[in-house]
């Protein structure tokens, strides 16, 4: 589910950036990588891109999904087989030297893309995978003090980048699901004392 959710994106963004450009179809100018491979060496291969690597996956213990259906008035009965997860992409632009202020523009772009979808559901993406109930986007600013810790941790050298935290809510398989209904009366008798 989580490769097919952050391939879907780089596609929107792609071809985001594509339209905005003027590119033609098959030009791919994000490519979903991490930056560096185990042993060490770089694992992008190709310039004048942008590189979105997946750099922390949270639980969101905070939330929690209701089926408001399940008991009109009530507020419904909370879902187990909702999966809520804290995804963090990096977004860098991996150009050559020269192309300085295309990789300044190229990340202008990805701020333009979650500007204008900070949200994407069923309703506003039809094609989402289907397993998604929805995806939240939020720009995280970091202090030097974090964005140093970040690529240290990443192993490599900074490059112009912008880092999203990504909120998505989906729905585990059918047949394992279980639901919880909430509590409407207490029946408990009281011994007298």
Known sequence: ???????????????????????????NKVVISPIF??????????????????????KDGSAYSYNAGAYPGYGGAIDF????????????????????????????????????????????????????????????SQDF???SYMWNLIGAKYMPSVLYKMQLIAVSDPSTTATAPQIITVEDEVSPL
């Open 1 to 27: 589910m989580l490769g097919k959710v952050i391939a879907y994106i780089g596609d929107q963004l792609n071809s985001y950036i594509a339209r905005k450009q003027g590119y033609g179809p098959g030009t």
């Open 37 to 58: 491979n185990q042993d060490g060496s770089l694992a992008i291969t190709t310039d004048n891109v942008i590189v979105m690597t997946m750099v922390d996956l949270r």
């Open 81 to 140: 087989s909702a999966i809520h997860l804290n995804v963090y992409l990096l977004f860098s632009g991996y150009f050559k030297a020269k192309n300085t202020v295309d990789a300044l523009n190229f990340l202008s772009f990805v701020l333009e893309f979650f500007q204008q979808h900070p949200q994407m559901d069923r309703d506003s993406f039809p094609t989402l995978p289907a397993s998604v109930q929805k995806l939240d986007f939020h720009f995280e």
């Open 145 to 147: 003090v974090q964005k």
